[in-house]
């Protein structure tokens, strides 16, 4: 971890209560991110990325009650036991956030001008003219075309990949230090995946914002990402340069899912290489490496004792009993 870090989680873990369960999708998680650099959350489904960071920020769904421990440090503030209204001031301000759904993020009653126009008005105090104004040079920014006409619309007027540009114009507005990206092309066709993923890159060494990226999509973060945690049921299970982990990956969950990735020698119709079985129910009791049931070199150990994060000299973290066996190094790369 870096001592100058703009975000950094130690031990970081979360809680969540509702009406009919309790759970914790974040366990112990530690990371940094510093200014300028692009940190990928990667999982699958339910590995408790987006909870990770979504929740310290206040950003849970209306009955959800999140319970943080640990620390999360945006530079020199403790996010962990800050209160609702110091949240807001960040959110916007000095944190930017792009959601997955920019349909459902966006306010369907308001014209996309004044929303970006409010961020403006709210975190860098600009009258009602100037928003307005600074509105319209973000969605040049941000390459909408005839910039001038969508400000007027509302967002059911706009295709998706529109829809996305405008979501990204107000996670700039108020000129944040961070931006967290939650899986902001899955919705989109592959050229307009492409155009968002050079656009977050050209904002990115503009603005020289940290990205804090969460995604599935081993290819996306390779052509964006400078780090990457690997997350498995809440759980950083590889953490370290992008290079080194898609390389020479250490965890065997990790080198499932770059088994699992399209090559150019697959024939059409041939059979998806996925992991088989299932992650671990969540809030269930896991005394042992999670992945312990679905791994290709389980050992009696792995149901028994957590690992911990282990650094190797290239680097890298891995939390693996058998990290070091060549037997991993050859189904990894099978």
Request: glycine share 10%; charged share 20%; aromatic share 4%.
């Amino acid at each position: 971890m870096s001592a100058n870090s703009l975000l950094q989680a130690k031990d970081l873990s979360i809680d969540l209560f509702t009406a009919r369960a309790a759970l914790r999708p974040v366990d112990r998680v530690s990371y940094s991110v510093d200014a300028g650099e692009t940190l990928a959350i990667v999982g699958e489904s339910g590995s408790g990325k987006t909870v990770l960071n979504f929740a310290p920020l206040g950003l849970m769904p209306t009955g959800v009650v999140a319970d943080l421990h640990g620390s999360l440090r945006f530079g020199g503030t403790e996010l962990v036991g800050l209160s609702a209204k110091a949240l807001r001031n960040f959110r916007g301000g000095q944190i930017g956030t792009i959601f997955q759904d920019p349909m459902s993020a966006l306010n369907p009653a308001m014209r996309i001008g004044r929303q970006i126009a409010e961020v403006g008005e709210l975190h860098l105090g600009l009258t009602a003219s100037q928003a307005e104004n600074r509105a319209l040079e973000l969605l040049k920014v941000v390459r909408m075309s005839d910039p001038e006409a969508r400000l007027r619309q509302y967002p059911h007027e706009l295709s998706g990949g529109l829809r996305q540009r405008a979501m990204i114009a107000i996670a700039i507005a108020g000129e944040p230090k961070l931006l967290i990206a939650d899986e902001p092309t899955t919705a989109l066709d592959v050229t307009v995946q492409a155009q968002i993923i050079a656009l977050l890159k050209d904002l990115q060494r503009r603005l020289h914002m940290a990205i804090v990226l969460i995604t599935h999509d081993m290819g996306v973060v390779a052509s964006i990402a400078s780090k990457v945690a690997v997350m498995y049921a809440g759980r950083v299970v590889e953490y370290g340069g992008v290079e080194q982990v898609l390389l020479a990956p250490r965890h065997p969950y990790t080198g499932g899912l770059i088994a699992a990735l399209p090559r150019p020698e697959d024939a059409p119709g041939s059979l998806f290489r996925g992991l088989p079985g299932a992650p671990p129910i969540l809030g269930a009791p896991q005394p042992g490496c999670p992945f312990a049931p679905r791994c290709p070199l389980v050992e009696e150990i792995c149901s028994e004792l957590r690992p911990p994060l282990v650094t190797a000299s290239s680097g890298t973290a891995a939390a693996c009993h058998v990290v070091n066996d060549v037997r991993y190094r050859e189904v990894a790369h099978a």
